[in-house]
């Protein structure tokens, strides 16, 4: 099943979860630390119980800093894009657009990232299952995302921990690519 079949079918836990996700491998490019979306993974971990979702997303937002940052890389901009366009309650419509969004968002943000050069023109074809000549940083983003879609599809809340593993696995990822990015200059 492809990516965008993954995200047509997952419920309103499985998409803030996912969205949460791509923007929790991508927070080494804001200059955040393991633990500043903790509190939202927990939220999530709550059954039934979103309503602190909001005032948590606000405590990271203060932590990550604002929507402008000057001299920010292309993809700090479309992780700080994800990060401001979460919704206040993780539930109904705005999950969904935002769990989407989220997905293209990291895998365009691996793109730009990765030393070596993706054949195809756009995410979307990767989204969709063309996998041909990928590159190794995308590969291994939209492997990930399908990961979490899948857990948490087969487990509910029980697939949460996995979810935050396997985020935690590419945010490592991410911050090893950054770091030599960094040092060749």
């Known amino acids: 099943m492809s990516l965008v079949d993954l995200i047509a079918q997952a419920d309103e836990r499985g998409l803030a979860a996912s969205g949460l996700a791509c923007l929790d491998r991508c927070v080494p490019l804001l200059g955040g630390d393991d633990e500043v979306l903790r509190p ?3 939220n999530l971990a709550d ?3 979103t309503g602190d979702w909001g005032e948590r997303l606000e405590d990271a937002r203060a932590k990550l800093g604002g929507p402008d940052e000057p001299g920010e890389s292309e993809a700090a901009m ?3 894009r994800m990060l401001a366009a979460a919704p206040d309650d993780p ?3 705005p999950v969904r657009v935002w ?5 293209v968002a990291a895998l365009q943000i691996h793109r730009l990232l990765d030393l070596v050069d993706d054949e195809e023109s756009s995410v979307d074809a990767r989204r969709e299952g063309r996998t041909d000549g990928m ?3 995308v ?3 939209l492997r990930r995302q399908v990961v979490v879609l899948e857990v948490l599809a087969g487990h509910g809340a029980g697939g949460l921990r996995r979810a935050l593993e396997v985020s935690l696995e590419g945010r490592r990822v991410l911050q090893a690519v950054v770091a030599r990015r960094a040092r060749l200059g």
């Open 78 to 80: 479309l992780a700080r």
């Open 139 to 141: 590969a291994a983003e």
């Open 135 to 137: 590159s190794p940083l």
């Open 47 to 49: 059954v039934g119980d």
């Open 40 to 42: 939202l993974w927990a």
């Open 91 to 93: 539930v109904g419509g």
């Open 99 to 103: 769990a989407d969004a989220c997905s």
